[in-house]
């Protein structure tokens, strides 16, 4: 026996090794055992709880003020003013102070967010799951796996880049080409007023939503590739030997079986359009305070209002235009939270590239 | 009846696949093809402008010496040296949090911790970037008056990759098969050094996926950056707050013509576009490679 | 103390995009002086500059707004200290106005258009100011600053001191609640106005005196704004001074507006470009830092405000901003 490893007699007192020394040897022991990883394993994995708790405190904590002021006809309001900001004196309303005349509302920040996503997977959505099975089905495996880099560098790309893509080449073309061209040759139905009208200068609704769609493309087509690729050939050769084409092979079988995982990026897909912060603020023209009146007219966002108005917040001395913006986050939170958590019920993640799914960027 | 386009053969008459049926394969087909288009097409376009706009005039000093003003003049030293030091910073924080997390859940958490802790840190991957950028200033900046500096900078962003870096930790811990934590136990090794020296072993390519994940978004971040790492022209310093950073994101945006009229501004943006670019593609290209060589060490 | 102290220090500038252009030439002058010192500038807007003053983000903030009593009260160790002067611009996207020919313009106009009221760029207001012009019968497209801009504080207090009945004084401030017309865009900073008035046809907005050679390389018209006494004048020396000297009493703490002063060549949108400072300083050798830069700023940084179209603060006001520049303590 060496003299690191104490003889622990029953009888205990006298014959024990002295305490430090036992502690060390404890340790040791716990170290050997996995004890020491299971113990700062522990403290690691409740720090994402703790992280989580507290940025929902501080955005309730934050944005209380606001919301005894306003009530909840902050939800259906479309005021967006800072009110008199040179004014003497503060109003008081609820108890709490705000500059005379300020009026905020969240509904065209809503409808803006939605309406963005919206365009963003009626776009993506056709288009992932047609492009997920032409690599499947169609392409060669050298191809396929070029298309696959294609999707990850698409998906790898910095949202800013993409923004920056938005404002320089893809507006200037929805304002001179694509939108006139719809405008003019659009039938004079009620239903699709939304497509004619001004065609506006290329910052708004469209290429706001041609933008997210960029960046929700690459999460639904990987996805669905890879859960294309996972159905079993057994049921695909049934289809065969039945005398389906593989045309109907792919609608009436392969997809059905994936349908509940592509509906879950879809999801993924949506949360990830509904976050989106700095594209957005790029080319959507930054309209405050009332519905884009058209699809080519200037809109504004949740994410968009508050990474353009957060920094000046402060000039509002009463903290008011501070407290809306927690409010804001709060809503633009529960939105990307609930359709996460439907996503996560429904796609098993079954992704063998190293692809960001997740939300907000 | 559908027209029928008779086929000789040898077995005779062979019912042959009707018109209506062959133009709707094509059809269905040409469909995703030109949805592959959709894909492909814009993807190249977009990287080819990025390169392109950048590229022609490219000048050594763009990596070479930092900004002067509001892009009048000068380059993005600042910038890269500032992207770099938060992205090493989120790698020492984040990682070891998530590495821990997912080691956590995977080998130790039993009953119910389980999925509660693997609900709360999926949770915190819904949160958008910018409600967190909200928070790191409201508490980290202005009330704790720390003002910009690496720390807000890299709690914030260390919150927004650990769910990345904990999954595909948890999830390659997982795929470790169970036979080598078994036939550990077996040799009598104890749990500690089999999970230290055989089991974290194996799953380290999984992990190191995860973590260029997390590089990738950490280094295409923009709006929780804005409000806690700020924007400096001089190089990082270091020190933990009061001192603001630069990084790339910010350049493109703010640089960008859209938001400045100053044509080497406007360059710069470009430049940092092309070199938050090659650094996704560095990124996705080691990602790769790590994936193939642990195939042909796997099982 | 008018000389920076011996250790290396950054000092952080954030602010107003229509100083931003003189920032930029200061730091490299200051720099080359007193090597010791480095000024890293940004170019945000004046709302983000009062806002990082006051929370402490930033060493200097930049604004063309003074302070609100409302900041003031709140944020007491803030001073708005005046470096120059500056006018703001009225620019406009009409390709079938000849560049020589400026448009002219008054407050009423102004309002009525950014109000809704004038929807065409023919309407019977504009073309009884501009005679012999042909405007097109196309519809005004506004431009506005989306961001907390000091800029939007100068253009909606002209529009109100002119014409309070279509502007109130309630739609004055850094952010207003601009009336919604069809397809109007509002752009980031001074540079985004410049960039979206270039790429959208029919388009009025307001930029800083800064960004003259911007707006002229753009091929943008700038609108000769009618002033108090009814006439229609551009921004320079000549006029800009011809303002300052209707603004004979600036306060102590120089907030004062010095929009539509009277004077036949008065330019009627001027203010005072003002630095935010916190009085109290977290260190004696960042304090002796900043009043050294700014003590610089009011008195040799004089040589750099022709290449942005300044102008120098008048005598007496470079004695209240000293006062208030000695202030400053860490």
Redesign the interface.
């Given at each position: 026996m060496t003299a690191s490893a104490p003889v622990v007699r029953p009888e205990g007192g006298a014959g024990q090794d002295p305490l430090p020394r036992r502690a060390v040897a404890a340790l040791r022991a716990?170290?050997?055992?996995?004890?020491?990883?299971?113990w700062?394993?522990?403290?690691?994995?409740?720090?994402?709880?703790l992280?989580?708790a507290?940025?929902l405190v501080?955005?309730v904590i934050?944005g209380w003020p606001a919301f005894r002021i306003d009530g909840w006809s902050f939800f259906s309001s479309k005021?967006?003013?800072?009110?008199?900001?040179?004014?003497?004196k503060?109003e008081i309303k609820n108890g709490y102070e705000l500059?005379?005349?300020a009026?905020y509302g969240a509904l065209p920040l809503i409808v803006g967010t939605l309406a963005t996503s919206l365009i963003a997977l009626i776009i993506a959505v056709?288009?992932?799951?047609?492009?997920a099975?032409?690599?499947v089905?169609?392409?060669p495996r050298r191809l396929a796996y070029a298309?696959g880099?294609?999707?990850?560098?698409?998906a790898?790309?910095?949202?800013?880049?993409?923004?920056?893509?938005g404002?320089?080449?893809l507006g200037?073309i929805v304002?001179h080409d694509i939108a006139p061209y719809v405008a003019r040759n659009v039938p004079d139905v009620p239903v699709l007023s939304y497509f004619a009208?001004?065609t506006?200068?290329?910052?708004g609704l469209l290429t706001s939503g041609l933008v997210l769609s960029?960046m929700v493309?690459p999460i639904i087509?990987a996805t669905t590739r890879d859960l294309v690729r996972q159905v079993p050939i057994l049921p695909r050769e049934g289809a065969l030997a039945l005398g389906m084409?593989?045309?109907?092979t792919?609608?009436r079988v392969t997809l059905p079986w994936v349908g509940a995982g592509i509906v879950g990026s879809v999801v993924l897909g949506l949360?990830r359009a509904?976050?989106?912060?700095?594209a957005v603020?790029?080319v959507c023209?930054?309209?405050?305070?009332?519905f884009p009146?058209n699809l080519y007219?200037?809109m504004i966002t949740a994410?968009a209002a508050?990474?353009?108005?957060?920094?000046?917040?402060?000039?509002?001395?009463?903290g008011y235009a501070?407290s809306v913006?927690?409010e804001i986050?709060l809503v633009?939170?529960v939105i990307?939270?609930l359709?996460?958590?439907g996503a996560?019920l429904l796609v098993r993640?079954v992704s063998?590239?190293?692809?960001?799914v997740?939300?907000?960027? | 009846m559908a027209a029928h386009r008779q086929t000789a053969g040898s077995l005779g008459q062979i019912p042959s696949v009707p018109i209506r049926r062959r133009v709707g394969n094509a059809l269905f087909w040409g469909a995703c093809f030109l949805a592959l288009l959709l894909v492909v097409g814009p993807t190249l376009w977009l990287i080819i402008t990025t390169i392109g706009k950048a590229l022609p005039h490219f000048h050594w000093t763009a990596v070479s010496s930092d900004t002067v003003g509001a892009g009048t003049a000068g380059g993005l030293l600042n910038a890269i040296l500032g992207t770099l030091v938060l992205t090493v910073g989120v790698l020492i924080v984040s990682g070891t949090i998530s590495i821990l997390t997912g080691l956590y859940l995977s080998e130790f958490s039993r009953g119910r911790s389980r999925p509660l802790l693997r609900g709360a840190y999926e949770v915190l991957a819904g949160i958008p970037s910018i409600v967190l950028g909200y928070v790191g200033y409201v508490v980290l900046v202005v009330q704790f008056h720390w003002g910009y500096g690496l720390l807000p900078a890299v709690l914030v962003l260390s919150v927004i990759t650990i769910p990345y870096i904990a999954k595909a930790t948890e999830s390659s811990l997982a795929q470790v098969p169970s036979s080598y934590r078994e036939g550990a136990e077996a040799l009598g090794i104890s749990q500690g050094w089999a999970l230290r020296k055989i089991v974290i072993k194996s799953a380290i390519p999984g992990i190191i996926t995860g973590m260029l994940v997390a590089l990738a978004i950490a280094v295409g971040e923009t709006a929780p950056l804005l409000f806690t790492a700020g924007w400096s022209t001089t190089n990082p310093s270091f020190a933990l707050t009061h001192s603001p950073l630069g990084f790339l994101t910010y350049a493109v945006w703010e640089f960008s013509p859209s938001n400045s009229p100053i044509n080497s501004a406007n360059q710069l943006s470009y430049d940092a576009g092309l070199i938050l670019l090659v650094f996704v593609l560095l990124l996705i290209l080691i990602g790769r490679l790590i994936a193939a060589r642990s195939r042909r060490y796997a099982e | 103390m008018t000389t920076p102290a011996s250790g290396s220090q950054t000092i952080s500038e954030t602010g107003s995009s229509l100083m931003a252009p003189l920032f930029a030439l200061w730091g490299p002058a200051y720099h080359s002086q007193f090597s010791q010192v480095t000024l890293s500038t940004a170019s945000s807007s004046s709302g983000v500059g009062i806002s990082s003053a006051a929370a402490g983000t930033t060493n200097i903030g930049a604004s063309d707004a003074y302070l609100s009593p409302a900041d003031m009260a709140k944020y007491t160790t803030l001073e708005n200290i005046p470096l120059a002067v500056a006018a703001l611009m009225v620019v406009y996207n009409l390709p079938s106005v000849p560049a020589s020919t400026n448009l002219k313009l008054n407050g009423t106009v102004l309002a009525k258009i950014y109000s809704g009221k004038i929807t065409k760029w023919n309407d019977p207001a504009i073309t009884a100011l501009n005679p012999g012009v042909t405007l097109p019968s196309a519809s005004i497209v506004l431009v506005h600053r989306a961001d907390s801009s000091g800029s939007t504080f100068l253009f909606t207090s002209y529009m109100n001191a002119q014409d309070p009945t279509d502007w109130s004084s309630s739609l004055i401030g850094t952010t207003v609640a601009w009336p919604k017309q069809p397809g109007e865009i509002g752009a980031t900073g001074s540079g985004g106005i410049v960039s979206s008035v270039k790429t959208t046809p029919d388009s009025i907005s307001y930029v800083g005196v800064s960004y003259l050679s911007k707006v002229t390389a753009a091929k943008e018209g700038e609108a000769a704004v009618g002033n108090a006494s009814g006439s229609f004048v551009l921004p320079n020396t000549a006029t800009i001074d011809a303002a300052l000297s209707a603004f004979t009493s600036t306060p102590a703490n120089e907030a004062i507006s010095l929009i539509n002063g009277s004077g036949a060549q008065a330019y009627p949108i001027i203010n005072y470009e003002y630095a935010i400072v916190n009085t109290s300083q977290s260190s004696t050798t960042l304090a002796q830092d900043l009043q050294a830069f700014l003590y610089w700023a009011v008195t040799s940084g004089t040589t750099q405000l022709a290449s942005v179209n300044f102008q120098p603060l008048p005598a007496s006001v470079v004695t209240l901003s000293e006062a208030q520049i000695a202030k400053i303590s860490g």
């Open positions: 716990g170290i050997r055992n996995g004890q020491a990883l299971r700062t394993g522990a403290v690691g994995a409740v720090i994402p709880a992280a989580l507290f940025v501080v955005l934050k005021a967006w003013s800072q009110g008199n900001q040179y004014a003497l503060p500059p005379p005349g009026a056709p288009v992932s799951v047609g492009t099975l032409a690599i089905e169609r392409l298309v880099l294609f999707l990850e560098v698409l790898g790309m910095p949202s800013v880049i993409i923004g920056l893509f404002a320089v080449t200037p304002a009208g001004k506006g200068s290329g910052y960029l493309i087509a084409s593989d045309a109907q792919a609608r949360g509904l976050g989106e912060t700095i603020a790029m023209g930054a309209s405050f305070g009332s009146s007219d200037t994410a508050i990474v353009l108005t957060l920094e000046a917040a402060l000039t509002d001395a009463t501070l913006l927690a986050g633009l939170m990307t939270l359709t996460n958590i996560r993640r063998s590239t190293a692809l960001p997740g939300a907000g960027i | - | -």
